[in-house]
């Protein structure tokens, strides 16, 4: 969902949450894609988890992969990167299996913290840049070469 939605529906589950992994996909941009909408030095992920009840894990993930190039396969058989961030060991190697079960790769960015570098990297994908690469469809994938 949106970022703008994420923190209203964490609420809503509120304690139905606790013990749970929440996934934040999102990129939280504004429509002329030239900043963050998210505070200062804050991101989309840290926001949403402020929401969540304690007990529950925030994970940053799949922020930097958009649908349609995953969906073309762009990566010339290589397997498309999912950098991931957030603070709990265990909640990370969790999604990391989960990924790894869709057959893309995983790549630990660090604490939840780096979420905002990451969403960075989201809007980067988006901003003017990219749709000088790569034109309207904005082909700009995040991939490592090892
Ligand atoms: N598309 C991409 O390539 C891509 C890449 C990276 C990250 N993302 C992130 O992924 C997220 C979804 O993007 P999208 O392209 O899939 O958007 P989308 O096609 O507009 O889908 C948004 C989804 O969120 C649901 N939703 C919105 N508000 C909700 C609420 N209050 N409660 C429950 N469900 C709600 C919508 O449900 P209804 O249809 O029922 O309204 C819809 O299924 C965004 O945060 C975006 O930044 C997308």
């Given amino acids: 969902m949106p970022y703008t939605s994420a923190a209203p529906v964490v609420s809503q589950y509120g304690d139905a949450l606790a013990g749970k992994i929440i996934i934040d996909i999102s990129n939280a941009f504004d429509p002329a894609r030239t900043g963050l909408v998210t505070p200062d030095g804050s991101s989309a992920a840290q926001q949403t988890a402020k929401a969540a009840p304690a007990g529950a894990h925030e994970v ?28 709990d060991a265990g909640a990370k190697a969790r999604v990391s299996s989960f990924i790894e079960s869709l057959a893309l790769r995983p790549l630990d960015a660090g604490g939840l913290k780096m979420a905002h570098w990451l969403e960075g990297a989201g809007l980067l994908m988006v901003a003017p840049l990219g749709e000088a690469v790569n034109g309207h469809d904005f082909w700009l994938g995040i991939n490592t070469l090892r």
Avoid: Q
């Avoid at 940053?60 to 957030?86: C, Q, S, W």
């Fill in 60 to 87: 940053k993930a799949f922020n930097t992969l958009f649908g349609h190039v995953l969906a073309a396969d762009r990566a010339e058989g290589r397997p498309l990167d999912v950098f991931i961030a957030g603070d």
